[in-house]
């Protein structure tokens, strides 16, 4: 049989029965999971799709309910239920696939609100493009966690710690910001790079002179 994707084997996209769900997650690897979990947890109804039937099969192993479907496909949005749905959260793997999606919900689904996950600076950039603007990096907060860690390891209080990463995080969205409003010229973004890290060298020098 071949798919629709030009492989061999691959079977039709699952049919959806749930289309009243106020959630739809589109990518059920581990990031779009962890959303499902915590989800699931508060009892919250949501709807999921994944395009890989591999990994569908095998999630499902685990009692969790999610549909094989490419979810940069209008008929299967519609399907999902995103016409009356609330928050879409994009988790897809795949860069190209991700802003498609967006893309398509963006145009179609103008009052979805869209929570998107960006493997890094460039996948951001092209969702805002895609007029997303709930955006999480997929290994920022993460980092930001570990980076507290080690600083209390290493001394800091626990406050400290925190109030630390949370300036770090703060001049990291707006040096984002003013690096998207570039990202085509290339002189001016390698500018705004080093203007952006001397500006947070400055910062954390005068918490120092502050705390001396």
Request: hydrophobic residues 40%; neutral net charge.
């Amino acid at each position: 049989m071949q798919s629709r994707f030009g492989g061999e084997h691959a079977r039709p996209f699952d049919g959806i029965d749930e289309s009243e769900n106020r959630v739809i997650v589109a990518g059920f690897g581990r990031f779009g999971q962890i959303v499902a979990r915590v989800l699931s947890a508060r009892r919250i109804k949501f709807t999921a799709l994944d395009s890989s039937q591999t990994h569908v099969d095998f999630v499902r192993k685990f009692g969790n309910k999610v549909y094989y479907g490419d979810a940069s496909r209008l008929d299967l949005l519609r399907a999902a239920g995103a016409e009356t749905a609330a928050i879409f959260v994009l988790a897809i793997d795949d860069v190209d696939a991700s802003v498609r999606t967006a893309e398509l919900v963006r145009d179609q689904f103008p009052g979805l609100k869209v929570f998107a996950r960006a493997r890094n600076r460039q996948h951001a950039f092209a969702l805002k493009e895609a007029g997303v603007r709930y955006i999480i990096r997929e290994t920022y907060v993460s980092s930001l966690e570990m980076a507290s860690t080690v600083l209390e390891s290493l001394g800091d209080s626990s406050a400290n710690a925190r109030a630390l990463v949370r300036k770090f995080r703060q001049h990291d969205e707006a040096t984002l910001e003013a690096q998207y409003a570039v990202k085509d010229d290339e002189t001016k973004f390698l500018a705004t790079s080093r203007e952006a890290a001397s500006q947070l060298e400055q910062l954390f020098a005068a918490d120092e002179a502050k705390t001396d």
